[in-house]
T-cell receptor, first 116, second 115 residues
Framework: AQSVAQPEDQVNVAEGNPLTVKCTYS??????LFWYVQYPNRGLQFLLK??????LVKGSYGFEAEFNKSQTSFHLKKPSALVSDSALYFC??????????????FGSGTRLSIRP | EADIYQTPRYLVIGTGKKITLECSQT?????MYWYQQDPGMELHLIHY???????EKGDLSSESTVSRIRTEHFPLTLESARPSHTSQYLC??????????????FGSGTRLTVV
C-alpha cells in the first residue's frame, strides 16, 4: 500500500523567511502526490498536486512543492512566509495509483506556525 | 468556493441521542467520503461511496452508518451517540473515473460534542 510520512508535528518560522514542510512517500510505481491545507475550524483545501512532468509544482497561495524521486520526498515550500500561512498541512498520496477505485491516503499533518 | 455543504457546523448533544450529519454536493461527483478528525490531528477514513447505493467502511472502525440514495447526498448517522464520538467529521467528494487530476473537495466539517 502507498503511504506518506510527515516527520515534523510542528514547524515554526518567522514571517518573511522561507518555509519547508517535509513529506516522504512510499509507493510502488509512479506516485500521485498532493498537499492540502486546513485552517482552524475548516475543511481541507487542495493546494497542489504532482502527477507527472516537472519536479517543481506550483500551487495556491504562493506555495510550491518539489518532487524528488531519489529521496522519495515531496516537500512543500514557500520563499517568504506570511502569518496567514499558519495552519495544518497534510501531504497525501493516491492509493493505488492507477485504479479508478483508489482513495487518497493522508499523512499525519504538520502544524505550521508563522510568528510576526 | 467549494460546492460541498455540511450541516450542522457545530452540534452538542446528549448521550444516547440519534443524530444525522448531513453532507451534500452540487458538483455531480460520484465518489464521496467521510473522515473523522480529532482537533489538529490526522484524518481517519470511516466511510466512502463510489455511487448511488454503494457504501463501504473505511480504515477506521466506526459505529456510524451511511447511506447513498442520491448522488448529491451522503448522510452519516449515529443511532446512539456517546462521548467517544466527540470529534470533527469531514465530508469530501471527487468525480469519477479518476481522482488523479482533481484530488478531493472538502466540506467545512461538523464539530460534534456528545455530553
Amino acid at each position: 500500500a502507498q503511504s506518506v510520512a510527515q516527520p515534523e508535528d510542528q514547524v515554526n518560522v518567522a514571517e518573511g523567511n522561507p518555509l519547508t514542510v517535509k513529506c516522504t512517500y512510499s509507493v510502488s510505481g509512479n506516485p500521485y502526490l498532493f498537499w492540502y491545507v486546513q485552517y482552524p475550524n475548516r475543511g481541507l483545501q487542495f493546494l497542489l498536486k504532482y502527477i507527472t512532468g516537472d519536479n517543481l509544482v506550483k500551487g495556491s497561495y504562493g506555495f510550491e512543492a518539489e518532487f524528488n524521486k531519489s529521496q522519495t520526498s515531496f516537500h512543500l515550500k514557500k520563499p517568504s512566509a506570511l502569518v496567514s500561512d499558519s495552519a495544518l498541512y497534510f501531504c497525501a498520496v493516491r492509493d493505488p495509483p492507477y485504479s479508478s477505485a483508489s482513495k487518497i491516503i493522508f499523512g499525519s499533518g504538520t502544524r505550521l506556525s508563522i510568528r510576526p | 468556493e467549494a460546492d460541498i455543504y455540511q450541516t450542522p457546523r457545530y452540534l452538542v448533544i446528549g448521550t444516547g441521542k440519534k443524530i444525522t450529519l448531513e453532507c451534500s454536493q452540487t458538483m455531480g461527483h460520484d465518489k464521496m467520503y467521510w473522515y473523522q478528525q480529532d482537533p489538529g490531528m490526522e484524518l481517519h477514513l470511516i466511510h466512502y461511496s463510489y455511487g448511488v447505493n454503494s457504501t463501504e467502511k473505511g480504515d477506521l472502525s466506526s459505529e456510524s452508518t451511511v447511506s447513498r440514495i442520491r448522488t448529491e447526498h451522503f448522510p452519516l448517522t449515529l443511532e446512539s451517540a456517546r462521548p467517544s464520538h466527540t470529534s470533527q467529521y469531514l465530508c469530501a467528494s471527487t468525480p469519477s473515473p479518476t481522482i488523479s487530476n482533481y484530488g478531493y473537495t472538502f466540506g467545512s466539517g461538523t464539530r460534534l460534542t456528545v455530553v
